[in-house]
């Protein structure tokens, strides 16, 4: 009896032993995660806040969505962007549409939507009537993003020091840097480019790690409603929970629902704008511009057209990075149509180098089947995306989908050395760009 409780007495003390090992190694698994973490975004901080600077950061009293939001707090759609005059082309505030003698803002409503939420909270804190107030701009579009990118990349490696690097790379050695930069004057191009690829960034790294599918349908949301084309990634969304073996139904249910949510939203904003809803209302942007190049480049072909596959195919996958040397310092010395995504992000290239790798994983498989239709899509729209200045900033609508399917690759290996001294180009490239 006395040698049963000894053995007794003695399993128990193992066993609390176990549980004490497994909750240190749980205590510096997540101590690691959060210095990670932590040193990520003070080096990104300290390499990007030259050029990004948010204490900068204002939303213009021009910016399409915010004119949009004031127009849907007065309870009307059209926007009040006249400068002097409804005669003058040169009256309007670039990029709305001219439909019916009245003014609309053609892009999606993401932005919109935020703005209205920062416009009335405004109204009852006291900020100044018709402003986006400066600090939640900053906490809505700039600060989520490290803890975003973290987490999609952590899901996908499963090794913070890696997640980290990647994240910083996707802020550092993309056009997002750029795009960060244009955010500081609310440039709406640059603001649903940040947010379209922090969606994206949500969808492929809840596709690649758990499949829990909400996060996927969160970010479904967050980048159609930022750029219409990326809805198409909501078919690889649905496709990944038809297949789970998990609670399939319920997971059906929230992938078909998100999708169907994105686009009938997109679609019942054009019917009430523009009387239809498979009208976007961009051509209507060149109403009275028909002499601009974009304009006799949309009315000659359309706004989708093989016509501008060449061209846009040579700003996005060939035109090299131009310098020259000054009194002082080397400088970039580009267009404004593109420079190669492949030459500014070359970590980029493991798509194609990892092509067997991705062949095998059914989820990397259909991401990256739909990331390549919306790359054709691109390829064929009138406008190459100027003005971007030594990059190509269309790349942001499949480049986090391309990063996230190819991260266990590039980071294992002899690969992981490359992709350091990629990081090391991409960065001081796109910081030299300003």
Same mark, same amino acid.
């Given at each position: 009896?006395?040698?049963?409780?000894?053995?007794?007495?003695?399993?128990?003390? #193992?066993?609390?032993?176990?549980?004490?090992?497994?909750?240190?190694?749980? +205590?510096?698994?997540?101590?690691?995660?959060?210095?990670?973490? =932590?040193?990520?975004?003070?080096?990104?901080?300290?390499?990007?806040?030259?050029?990004?600077?948010? #204490?900068?950061?204002?939303?213009?009293?021009?910016?399409?969505?915010? @004119?949009?939001?004031?127009?849907?707090?007065?309870? %009307?759609?059209?926007?009040?962007?006249?400068?002097?005059?409804?005669?003058? #082309?040169?009256?309007?505030?670039?990029?709305?549409?001219?439909?019916?003698?009245?003014?609309?803002?053609?892009?999606?409503?993401?932005?919109? !939507?935020?703005?209205?939420?920062?416009?009335?909270?405004?109204?009852?804190?006291?900020?100044?009537?018709?402003?986006?107030? *400066?600090?939640?701009?900053?906490? $809505?579009?700039?600060? *989520?993003?490290?803890?975003?990118?973290?987490?999609?990349?952590?899901?996908?490696?499963?090794?913070?020091?890696?997640?980290?690097? @990647?994240?910083?790379?996707?802020? @550092?050695?993309?056009?997002?840097?750029?795009?960060?930069?244009? =955010?500081?004057?609310?440039?709406?191009?640059?603001?649903?480019?940040?947010?379209?690829?922090?969606?994206?960034?949500?969808?492929?790294?809840?596709?690649?790690?758990?499949?829990?599918?909400?996060?996927?349908?969160?970010?479904?949301?967050?980048?159609?409603?930022?750029?219409?084309?990326?809805?198409?990634?909501?078919?690889?969304?649905?496709?990944?929970?038809?297949?789970?073996?998990? =609670?399939?139904?319920?997971?059906?249910?929230?992938?078909?629902?998100?999708?169907?949510?994105?686009?009938?939203?997109?679609?019942?904003?054009? +019917?009430?704008?523009?009387?239809?809803? !498979?009208?976007?209302?961009?051509?209507?942007?060149?109403?009275?511009?028909?002499?601009?190049?974009?304009?006799?480049?949309?009315?000659?072909?359309?706004?989708?057209?093989?016509?501008?596959?060449?061209?846009?195919? +040579?700003?996005?996958?060939?035109?090299? *990075?131009?310098?020259?040397?000054?009194?002082?310092? $080397?400088?970039?010395?580009?267009?404004?149509?593109?420079?190669?995504?492949? /030459?500014?992000?070359?970590?980029?290239?493991?798509?194609?180098?990892?092509?067997?790798?991705?062949?095998?994983?059914?989820?990397?498989?259909? @991401?990256?089947?739909?990331?390549?239709?919306?790359?054709?899509?691109?390829?064929?729209?009138?406008?190459?995306?100027?003005?971007?200045?030594?990059?190509?900033?269309?790349?942001?609508?499949?480049?986090?989908?391309? /990063?996230?399917?190819?991260?266990?690759?590039?980071?294992?290996? +002899?690969? %992981?050395?490359?992709?350091?001294? =990629?990081?090391?180009?991409?960065?001081?490239?796109?910081?030299?760009?300003?």
């Amino acid at each position: 009896m006395s040698e049963d409780l000894e053995g007794s007495s003695a399993a128990e003390t #193992s066993s609390k032993e176990d549980d004490l090992q497994k909750a240190a190694s749980t +205590w510096k698994s997540q101590l690691r995660t959060a210095g990670c973490f =932590c040193l990520m975004v003070v080096a990104v901080h300290l390499v990007a806040s030259p050029n990004v600077q948010l #204490s900068q950061w204002h939303v213009s009293k021009e910016n399409q969505a915010l @004119l949009e939001a004031r127009a849907w707090l007065d309870g %009307r759609l059209d926007v009040d962007a006249w400068r002097d005059g409804r005669t003058a #082309s040169s009256s309007r505030i670039h990029d709305t549409a001219l439909y019916a003698d009245k003014l609309y803002n053609v892009y999606p409503p993401m932005f919109t !939507f935020l703005s209205v939420v920062a416009l009335a909270a405004g109204n009852v804190m006291g900020v100044p009537a018709g402003e986006f107030y *400066p600090p939640w701009y900053v906490g $809505l579009i700039a600060l *989520p993003l490290p803890f975003i990118g973290f987490w999609a990349f952590l899901q996908i490696v499963r090794r913070a020091e890696w997640a980290a690097v @990647l994240t910083a790379y996707w802020l @550092l050695g993309t056009p997002m840097q750029p795009m960060l930069n244009g =955010c500081s004057f609310g440039s709406i191009n640059c603001i649903h480019h940040v947010l379209a690829t922090a969606g994206l960034l949500l969808i492929v790294g809840d596709l690649m790690g758990r499949k829990r599918i909400w996060p996927a349908a969160i970010g479904l949301l967050i980048a159609a409603w930022s750029r219409q084309l990326t809805i198409l990634y909501g078919l690889a969304i649905v496709w990944v929970a038809w297949r789970s073996t998990e =609670c399939g139904r319920r997971k059906v249910v929230l992938a078909f629902g998100s999708l169907t949510l994105a686009a009938g939203t997109l679609m019942f904003l054009s +019917w009430q704008k523009f009387d239809s809803p !498979f009208e976007s209302g961009y051509r209507y942007l060149y109403e009275g511009r028909e002499e601009s190049w974009y304009g006799r480049r949309a009315i000659s072909h359309g706004l989708f057209s093989l016509h501008f596959l060449s061209e846009n195919a +040579w700003y996005m996958n060939l035109s090299p *990075p131009k310098f020259r040397f000054s009194p002082a310092y $080397l400088q970039q010395d580009n267009d404004t149509l593109g420079v190669s995504i492949w /030459m500014t992000s070359p970590v980029l290239l493991a798509g194609f180098l990892g092509i067997r790798r991705w062949r095998r994983n059914s989820v990397a498989g259909v @991401l990256m089947a739909v990331s390549l239709v919306v790359i054709f899509m691109l390829l064929t729209y009138h406008n190459p995306g100027s003005p971007q200045v030594g990059y190509f900033r269309f790349a942001l609508d499949f480049l986090p989908v391309w /990063m996230g399917v190819t991260a266990l690759w590039v980071t294992s290996g +002899w690969r %992981r050395h490359a992709t350091l001294a =990629c990081l090391a180009w991409s960065a001081l490239y796109f910081h030299m760009l300003f």
